[in-house]
């Protein structure tokens, strides 16, 4: 079974930072992953979809890596803002699973 | 454009009660699906549905029962509700397991 881990669970950062989100998988067979924003009491939203052939995407400030051979994918947010305060998580398919990380509590102190 | 729509946002039950969830999509999608978020434990996924006539399993199958008759609808079935299934419930879609995931706004369920 895949496991997926975010680590930190929970980030604070002062306003105007860049940072970086990680997550990591224990089954590299995956053919993409997603990263989603989660706002308090509302549902995810995707944030960017990277296929396996793929190494980066990019979307506005918002960037994210993919390493299969480490089991590894970083999400960079540059200069943050308050309204990025959220939880991001990360999710890898299996055949037709999906498996989410814990995600990660972000906020950013203006 | 409403995307995936989820009734009701809130439920208070009775342990024994049962219940539907309703998700609808309008995306044409044939994947669609359901997890369970809890404190602490992430996105689980109850049951996945690769299109209309075809369900199966996910991780927490157990209480709960699905069905797909058309590709726009995909209800949860909560069969005899036990206090541990107080959570929040997602649905979600997708055209297919590798393209973006779409997500419903949840439902809050409470069992008392």
């Known amino acids: 079974k895949q496991e997926v881990t975010q680590i930190p669970a929970a980030l604070s950062v002062p306003e105007g930072e860049n940072l970086v989100l990680n997550c990591s998988f224990t089954d590299s067979a995956i053919y993409n992953l997603q990263w989603f924003r989660q706002d308090p009491g509302k549902g995810l939203t995707s944030l960017l979809l990277?296929?396996?052939?793929?190494r980066e995407q990019t979307s506005g400030r918002l960037n994210a890596s993919l390493d299969k051979s480490s089991g590894r994918s970083t999400l960079y947010i540059a200069a943050s803002q308050p309204g990025d305060s959220a939880t991001y998580l990360c999710?890898?398919?299996?055949?037709?699973?999906?498996?989410f990380g814990s995600g990660t509590k972000l906020n950013v102190k203006p | 454009n409403a995307g995936v729509t989820q009734t009701p946002k809130f439920q208070v039950l009775k342990t024994g009660q049962s219940m539907t969830l309703q998700c609808a999509q309008d995306?044409?999608?044939?994947?669609m699906s359901w997890y369970r978020q809890d404190p602490g434990m992430g996105l689980r996924l109850i049951h996945y549905?690769?299109?209309?006539?075809?369900?199966d399993q996910g991780e927490v199958p157990n209480g709960y029962n699905v069905s797909r008759s058309t590709t726009e609808d995909f209800p949860l079935r909560l069969l005899s509700a036990a206090p541990s299934q107080t959570s929040v419930y997602f649905c979600a879609s997708s055209f297919s397991s590798g393209n973006t995931i779409y997500f419903g706004e949840g439902s809050w369920l409470t069992v008392v």
């Open positions: 990277i296929q396996s052939s793929q």
């Open positions: 549905s690769v299109g209309a006539g075809i369900t």
């Open positions: 999710a890898v398919p299996n055949f037709n699973k999906f498996y």
């Open positions: 995306m044409n999608h044939e994947y």
